[in-house]
């Protein structure tokens, strides 16, 4: 039986500052969200198998972030990880096509969102002042499809935050259909890859909505245990599984499954229906 959510629990609800992860753990799964960013659960378990190996390719995409940031800050780069190195063939292969001449890496941007503070740290931020801005995030894992990046809150987020916060953060108004998102891909199977999102004003207003609709559905939150996500196959990925009695066994590492992420456009009208109702459950 769920018991009303202690007014300490509500209350860390408005000191958190929400980013397109914590969003996406809560889109995920309203327990996952509570379980990592409310109650602050150690995790009991791998996100993935062999653990050694997760933990090297997380350590290397670090490295890998690491190598661009100093790159795009014009600082010298002497000598290359071996590890590293066919990830930076790839990238001095690449052609970038990017705005003006300003670059701004690890850039960090803020903005109020339906009346809740976002964040969000692009990886590279270029743009022409007064003109066009480009984000470029840097993913060192196999490229993911077109529609799966289209799901993603990432991709939502981005160039709305952007678009609210550029007056103060640029020093200038920019336009949605002056933004574009790429995501840069290091991993098989063709490295240096991109997937490009073009933003728009009919974009903006429809991530708007659907931001508004999950920030309402996560404050309305009022028992003690939030529900299980009902897509079990996203359990195989999520460190808090065996607390929930979803199984023991992690995803191999590189195992991937477009089908596991929800459909934003299902996910926008289960939103819309959980905004208009009391005892709606995610």
């Given at each position: 039986?769920?018991v ?6 509500r ?10 992860t914590?969003?996406q ?16 659960q150690?995790?009991p378990?791998?996100?993935?198998e ?12 670090r ?21 590293l190195e066919?990830w ?13 001449t300003v ?26 002042p ?17 529609y ?5 809150l ?11 916060s550029a ?12 933004v574009?998102?790429i ?6 199977p ?9 933003y728009s004003?009919?974009r903006?207003?429809?991530?708007r909505?659907f ?5 309402r ?18 359990c195989?990925?999520?460190?808090y599984r065996?607390?929930?009695?979803r199984?023991v066994?992690?995803?191999a590492l ?29």
């Amino acid at each position: 039986m769920n018991v009303p959510a202690s007014a300490q629990d509500r209350d860390k609800r408005y000191r958190i500052r929400y980013d397109q992860t914590k969003l996406q753990d809560f889109v995920d799964c309203p327990r996952r969200f509570q379980l990592r960013h409310l109650l602050e659960q150690d995790w009991p378990a791998p996100a993935a198998e062999p653990l050694v190996d997760a933990e090297r390719a997380a350590d290397l995409g670090r490295r890998f972030h690491l190598l661009m940031e100093r790159y795009w800050r014009g600082l010298p780069i002497r000598q290359v990880d071996p590890a590293l190195e066919p990830w930076w063939q790839a990238f001095q292969r690449s052609a970038l096509d990017l705005p003006g001449t300003v670059r701004r890496p690890e850039f960090n941007v803020a903005a109020m969102i339906e009346g809740q503070r976002m964040t969000a740290t692009f990886d590279l931020l270029a743009f022409e002042p007064g003109g066009d801005a480009v984000i470029v995030d840097w993913k060192t894992t196999r490229r993911t499809p077109r529609y799966v990046l289209d799901r993603r809150l990432q991709t939502i987020i981005y160039p709305l935050i952007l678009v609210e916060s550029a007056s103060r953060c640029l020093g200038y108004p920019v336009a949605p259909e002056q933004v574009t998102l790429i995501y840069w891909f290091a991993g098989e199977p063709e490295p240096g890859a991109t997937e490009i999102f073009r933003y728009s004003a009919a974009r903006q207003a429809d991530d708007r909505r659907f931001l508004g609709a999950v920030l309402r559905r996560l404050f309305s939150m009022d028992v003690d245990a939030w529900p299980l996500t009902t897509n079990e196959r996203i359990c195989r990925w999520c460190q808090y599984r065996s607390l929930c009695g979803r199984g023991v066994e992690a995803a191999a590492l590189g195992e991937e499954n477009a089908e596991v992420w929800p459909d934003l456009d299902e996910l926008r009208g289960i939103m819309a229906e959980a905004a208009a109702s009391d005892d709606f459950v995610l």
